[in-house]
């Protein structure tokens, strides 16, 4: 049975709807016809497939259909040509949206300018270093390895800004341009404009998303600016309460921080591990060092230091009853002998123990005692180390790690001498927790310090770009924090 033709008055030029959906729309007030048509010769563009093209019904435009036939489609034939509607320049872009997002990059843009040198500051101290690797003969000579060194990493780091920062003033100057010839064109409102401002609009889209996204790594850049946040950094994961649930979990963070690591950039490698009595580790230390445009290791690293704490079905009850468990997580950054030095830790602070490394190396690592632990009495902190096959090489590297722990602990507390850290180390248990992993009854990540939560729990545990989203969080929250004690130390002072 054919349905009845009806009018109605509408403003967009498409819209496939059914007898129920009949709808009015207001651009125009553009007399039309709708007829019934099969099914599978519906018509639906792609703008059109949001509710939010849906506006209001107005049931004094349309004639409602006899419930027999609610079950015909129809399809709504402009009188006006489809393909003039469909290229209407007025639907292809979204000029308030596209305004914001120019005008939010080229804000963080600026901002990430304030903390930066000029460019042609950075183009004369550029040509100073390499006028000096080139002016003496004798620069890249042995003698001169260490200054040669820090010259080397100096060019490769200015000549990096450099062009971290013409790229940023291309893709602003290309989304200004863009936004202001699309401004004029969208003005016009002509018809035979239509490509040229859909040309013109994917232009200037993509060099402000580019410039958003590349100001906001770079703003994450400018939280690491801490004494020690460009160096290498080792973790140092240790089972908490909860038995060999919490083995297993130390497993599941070794695998989490292991492939962020490699999300990152980072070069990542297992220094020590200690397999668990049934599943998982005891214990895993990792080393993690900058490897191409990565960012600074410990900087990015030293805010998982702390408990974490999971809470799921755990696979090792019988009951399979939800289970807490704990995971402790120590980031201690590995400072060069240059910067040690000069640190003197009494010996009588100092408790150094021997033990067999074990493992590959024959008979000298399992007969004779070549590991080396040495533990801080006034903090409690200990560090082993098990690397080499000499006995006295290994207590070189384990009591340099100590004084980058102390280091940073002192950094952290804001000490000005490493004698008056007292016991500040991680607690892997109730109430230490800086962030809960909950996989039952519900599915949540929540950082405890920041508030940052996410529901996308596999995500997180696969170290991709959800994890990145809460590290940076924690970044920005950690300033926004300096900033106010610094704001509330200046009205003190004044």
């Given at each position: 049975m054919k349905c009845p033709t009806i009018t109605i008055s509408i403003t967009t030029p498409f819209l496939v709807f059914s007898s129920r959906e009949a709808a009015a729309f207001e651009i125009g007030c553009l007399k039309t016809n709708v007829a019934a048509v099969n099914p599978s010769s519906f018509f639906y563009p792609s703008h059109l497939h949001s509710d939010s093209t849906l506006q209001s019904f107005d049931t004094r435009c349309a004639k409602r259909v006899p419930r027999r036939d609610r079950s015909c489609r129809f399809a709504l034939l402009a009188s006006r040509s489809d393909e003039a509607s469909s290229k209407s320049p007025l639907r292809l872009v979204d000029l308030p949206a596209l305004k914001r997002l120019v005008q939010e990059a080229s804000t963080l843009h600026d901002q990430n300018l304030s903390c930066t040198p000029p460019l042609d500051q950075i183009a004369s101290r550029l040509a100073d270093l390499e006028t000096e690797s080139m002016a003496d003969p004798n620069f890249w000579d042995a003698s001169n390895s260490a200054r040669s060194e820090i010259v080397t990493r100096e060019i490769a780091r200015y000549t990096k800004l450099k062009e971290q920062l013409e790229r940023w003033q291309k893709l602003r100057s290309d989304a200004e341009d863009a936004l202001e010839l699309l401004q004029d064109l969208y003005e016009d409102s002509q018809q035979e404009n239509a490509e040229m401002i859909q040309l013109t609009w994917e232009e200037c889209r993509s060099s402000a998303q580019a410039l958003f996204d590349l100001s906001q790594k770079y703003e994450l850049q400018t939280l690491l600016s801490g004494p020690y946040?460009?160096?290498?950094?080792?973790?140092?994961?240790?089972?908490?309460?909860?038995?060999?649930?919490?083995?297993?979990?130390?497993?599941?963070?070794?695998?989490?921080?292991?492939?962020?690591?490699?999300?990152?950039?980072?070069?990542?490698?297992?220094?020590?591990?200690?397999?668990?009595?049934?599943?998982?580790?005891?214990?895993?230390?990792?080393?993690?060092?900058?490897?191409?445009?990565?960012?600074?290791?410990?900087?990015?690293?030293?805010?998982e230091k702390g408990a974490h704490r999971l809470v799921r079905l755990s696979p090792f009850n019988a009951n399979n009853k939800r289970q807490t468990t704990f995971a402790g997580v120590d980031v201690v950054p590995i400072i060069e002998d240059e910067q040690l030095k000069d640190i003197e830790i009494p010996e009588k602070e100092l408790e150094i123990t021997t033990m067999r490394s074990g493992g590959k190396g024959g008979q000298n690592v399992n007969k004779v005692e070549t590991g080396v632990r040495i533990k801080h009495l006034p903090s409690g902190i200990a560090v082993k180390c098990t690397e080499e096959r000499s006995q006295s090489k290994n207590k070189q590297i384990a009591l340099a790690r100590l004084k980058g722990q102390l280091l940073a602990i002192a950094q952290e507390q804001r000490l000005q001498d490493?004698?008056?850290?007292?016991?500040?180390?991680?607690?892997?248990?109730?109430?230490?927790?800086?962030?809960?992993?909950?996989?039952?009854?519900?599915?949540?990540?929540?950082?405890?310090?920041?508030?940052?939560?996410?529901?996308?729990?596999?995500?997180?545990?696969?170290g991709g770009e959800v994890l990145e989203d809460c590290v940076g969080s924690l970044l920005r929250w950690r300033r926004g924090v300096e900033d106010k004690e610094r704001e509330e130390r200046d009205l003190e002072s004044a």
């Open positions: 946040d460009a160096s290498p950094c080792a973790l140092l994961l240790t089972a908490g309460a909860g038995g060999t649930e919490s083995c297993d979990w130390v497993d599941m963070l070794y695998r989490m921080y292991t492939r962020h690591a490699q999300h990152m950039g980072y070069r990542v490698t297992t220094l020590d591990s200690t397999p668990g009595d049934v599943v998982g580790y005891k214990s895993v230390e990792l080393s993690i060092d900058c490897d191409n445009d990565a960012m600074n290791p410990y900087g990015w690293f030293k805010g490493i004698n008056a850290i007292r016991g500040d180390i991680v607690e892997a248990s109730w109430g230490a927790q800086i962030r809960n992993y909950v996989m039952q009854p519900y599915k949540l990540v929540k950082d405890g310090r920041s508030g940052w939560e996410t529901t996308n729990v596999e995500g997180f545990l696969d």
